[in-house]
């Protein structure tokens, strides 16, 4: 085998599903990766005669699609998984997550937390992941020693952490920690004001001056509820997405997460500002939030991605299982069946995930020159058989038990659905010594606030 094909491999699978708009379904069609790159994109049996001695993936059984982006997450959160069941969003936040956070978030926790969650997503086949959190430099570091590419959200919001005191230092270290790592490839930036109900005007008005200086998307919790909805009204004339807009910060670079309570104005208003949204259906499911009007935001022609939320109020992380979910939510609040149709579903999770974050031309569909970031689909078990149509049984069907293998940069982070990656398991087996450390002091903080709760 010659140097030149050291870095080069033959995917072989049985389908391919190229998330590119207009594009069919490939059967008997395989990928050639060199370098990283997405080479080559043709019949098997030209590959394997144009690349004798390329390595070859046989994936007979399998549909090849590209990596998942989670469009929204808070990774960290792995550690508080389970912490705040069967609350509404108000009560979950003052009542659980934001005392237990005063407690618990240091450098250590958050990285340790995405760690945990890294492991979780990889193995779901997200490659890609928009993070959301406190000490956003030790999530880059976890996903970074995982194999994944991250959109490292600078988080802003207008309360004292033990990561920043007030709105401007927040802006402050997210702008030194992007300075650090503006040189890897595989980490990008958005900037990452909570809410508009947790950030002030003065905040919002420099966190737009600063993407519209440095070309950054603007990443935020938007019309979640519809509490936030009356509160932004009483409080301040307008609903948030109007006042929002009042600073500059409604285009598109704005990914609106959950958008839950869009009336007909709101989404005329994100479509004619080409901004996106980022849909947690299980998020707002569990909190009760409502309903993302998802098939009205398509007819208007929003870009939606779709996220998990964190693990705290999903619970897990499995990008496949939300997918199937928001297909069905979409149907039933459309009266629609023909609403958000698999291959939108497949476009969500993949480039329309991937243009939200600015990196479109890199990731999200399988296209010559992209980089190969790819996830096979094992379509082969019984529970998808028979298999009639491999894109309805990937929305509809499969979950992140059917993920057998993950490819970042065209490099193997999960092979026959373990982690392969030796820096990887190395950091696996010292977050598994660490977990029961963090189990203790996650219920010992609970038990308290829920002795003060019936006091």
């Known amino acids: 085998m010659n140097q030149e094909s050291l870095n080069c491999r033959l995917l072989l699978p049985r389908w391919i599903a190229t998330a590119v708009p207009g594009q069919a379904l490939l059967e008997s069609h395989g990928v050639f990766v060199r370098d990283g790159l997405i080479c080559e994109v043709a019949a098997q049996d030209e590959l394997r005669r144009r690349y004798p001695d390329v390595e070859r ?18 990774a960290a959160m792995a550690l508080l998984r389970g912490v705040g069941d069967d609350l509404p969003l108000q009560s979950w936040l003052h009542e659980r997550i934001w005392p237990l956070e005063r407690e618990l978030v240091s450098e250590t926790f958050v990285y340790d937390g995405s760690m945990l969650a890294a492991i979780e997503m990889l193995q779901a086949g997200i490659t890609t992941v928009n993070d959301m959190y406190f000490f956003p430099d030790q999530g880059i570091e976890a996903m970074r020693a995982a194999g994944m590419r991250i959109s490292a959200g600078l988080i802003v919001i207008d309360f ?17 920690i992007r300075d650090r790592w503006m040189n890897d490839t595989a980490v990008s930036f958005c900037l990452a004001p909570h809410a508009p109900y947790t950030v002030s005007d003065a905040v919002l008005e420099q966190v737009a001056v600063l993407s519209a200086e440095l070309g950054l998307p603007v990443h935020m919790h938007v019309h979640e509820t519809a509490r936030e909805v009356e509160e932004s009204l009483h409080l301040h004339g307008l609903r948030p997405l109007q006042r929002i807009a009042k600073f500059g910060l409604l285009g598109p670079d704005l990914i609106a997460v959950h958008g839950v309570h869009f009336n007909e104005s709101d989404i005329a208003m994100m479509a004619g500002a080409a901004a996106h949204v980022a849909h947690c259906p299980h998020s707002n499911l569990k909190l009760a939030s409502g309903f993302a009007p998802i098939a009205a935001l398509l007819k208007a022609g929003v870009n939606v991605g779709i996220g998990t939320d964190g693990a705290a109020s999903n619970n897990r992380l499995d990008l496949l299982a939300e997918a199937a979910t928001a297909a069905r939510l979409a149907k039933a609040v ?25 990196l479109q031309d890199r990731i999200g569909s399988i296209e010559l020159g992209k980089e190969a970031d790819l996830v096979a689909v094992d379509l082969g078990g019984l529970i998808c058989s028979p298999c009639i149509d491999p894109l309805s049984h990937l929305i509809y069907v499969c979950g992140t038990e059917q993920v057998s293998d993950v490819w970042v940069a065209g490099e193997p982070v999960v092979r026959m659905r373990q982690p392969v990656s030796p820096v990887f398991n190395e950091h696996r087996d010292r977050l598994r010594s660490r977990l029961p450390l963090w189990q203790n002091q996650v219920v010992s903080h609970l038990n308290r606030l829920n002795r003060q709760t019936v006091v």
Do not use: C, W
């Open 57 to 74: 993936i046989e994936l007979a059984d399998h549909l090849l699609i590209p990596g998942l982006v989670n469009l929204h997450t808070h």
């Open 160 to 176: 004292p952490s033990a990561y920043a005191n007030h709105g401007e230092d927040y802006l402050r270290k997210g702008m030194a």
């Open 334 to 358: 459309a009266g629609d069946a023909s609403a958000f149709a698999a291959p939108q579903v497949l476009h969500a999770l993949t480039l329309g995930g991937a243009t939200a974050l600015g």
